[in-house]
């Protein structure tokens, strides 16, 4: 059976309903099977000892970004994490202008960075590798984004194909955020095997939570709930691969990010597909 068999199977069971976070109240809502999405371009990522601190970025501008690709920055010579410099922070004010969201431009590449350059590759369809390379910035070049299908016009979109959330305001990107969301993996849950899957559909924002909280499958820090158990949180780890049991991971700057700007509130948008 594959993946996305079995987990429709856990679904309609009532097997991964919990999700990753505490159970609440479900909302009506059809429920697909995902598609079984590739890893193999994949590499797993850890968060930098040095990160950017958290703060409010305008919206993207309809421009393209200036390339950062004469600036230590072609393939023999990439920037990555531990990089300092003036390099680094034009790297960064590009991403931000782009609509990646890596907080503030310090000239340190550290974990907000790595996480915004994942989420670009993910977007451009390159390897998954957290680091700035000359093909991830001829993409930043680019101005490359994720496609936008329609929608709510302000909602949270959930791209479970390219590992993606977006923020959209006024039907726009605002900001793109790398995420991890469930990895299609068997798990034991109350003693029962259960699928790790993200269900699909349109959801609404019910319960929140500031701070960490201690849910049956782990700590979720400051989750926003949008269907039973699953919710998007903060974590440490926010690889480039699916990884979760159900919630969708991002950062915890990025969860701070949400909640300084009130970009779920309750009642609004979630998409995930």
Known sequence: MTHARAALVALLAGATLAGCGTQVAQQPITVTAPVDRPTSSSSTTSPSTTSSSTSTTSAPSSTSPTSTAGAKGDASDPLRPGDRGPQVRRLQRDLTEAGYWNGRADGTYGHLTEQAVLALQKSAGLGRDGIA???????????????????AADRIEIDLERQVLLVVRGGSIRYVINTS???????????????????????????????????????????????????????????????????ARVSNAAMDLIWSEDLMPVGSTVIVR
Do not use: Q, W
């Open 181 to 247: 969301t469930a990895s299609g993996e068997t798990y034991m849950s109350h003693g029962r095997p259960a699928v790790a899957v993200t269900p699909t559909g349109t959801f609404t924002v019910g319960r929140t939570h500031r701070g960490n909280e201690v849910a049956p499958l782990g700590t979720l820090y400051s989750p926003r709930y949008f269907y039973g158990g699953y919710a998007v949180h903060g974590a440490a780890s926010i690889p480039g691969y699916p990884a979760s049991h159900g919630c």
């Open 133 to 151: 390379g000359r093909k991830t910035l001829d993409a930043l070049a680019s101005g490359t984004l994720p496609p936008l299908p329609k929608g």
